[in-house]
């Protein structure tokens, strides 16, 4: 349902594009978002976008972060700047058949599809 790309290995200050191509029943339409996850720790929000484009980010990623959705190709992208070795994490992809702004402040429970995860590592 979900192919991720653009992780790896990259030295704080540096930039990393996520992308992540949807197929099958999701749609750009719905609520989409990424999360990560580092070994031990539970699953963060990092950013979220709505059906109508509104954007929510963590403190941590805000400023530095941005989420973005091509829907022509049924991709959703994000653009992660300035990275510092505390985003290590792997990070993954999901969607949530919901239209509104709830999409902006749900759990990471309500979401209902998942990527497989891309790792992206970064070195001081």
């Known amino acids: 349902q979900f192919v991720e790309s653009g992780g790896g290995s990259v030295q704080a200050g540096g930039s990393l594009r996520l992308s992540c191509a949807a197929s099958g029943v999701i749609r750009s339409t719905w609520c989409m978002g990424w999360f990560r996850q580092v070994p031990g720790k539970e699953r963060e929000g990092v950013a979220r976008?709505?059906?109508?484009?509104?954007?929510s980010y963590a403190d941590s990623a805000k400023g530095r972060f941005t989420i973005s959705k091509d829907s022509a190709k049924n991709t959703l992208n994000l653009q992660m700047n300035s990275l510092n070795p505390g985003d290590t994490a792997m990070y993954y992809c999901?969607?949530?058949?919901?239209?509104?702004?709830?999409?902006?402040?749900?759990?990471?429970?309500?979401?209902?599809?998942w990527g497989q995860g891309t790792q992206v590592t970064v070195s001081s």
């Open positions: 999901a969607a949530w058949p919901w239209a509104g702004n709830a999409c902006l402040s749900v759990s990471a429970a309500a979401f209902d599809y």
């Open positions: 976008i709505a059906d109508d484009g509104s954007t």
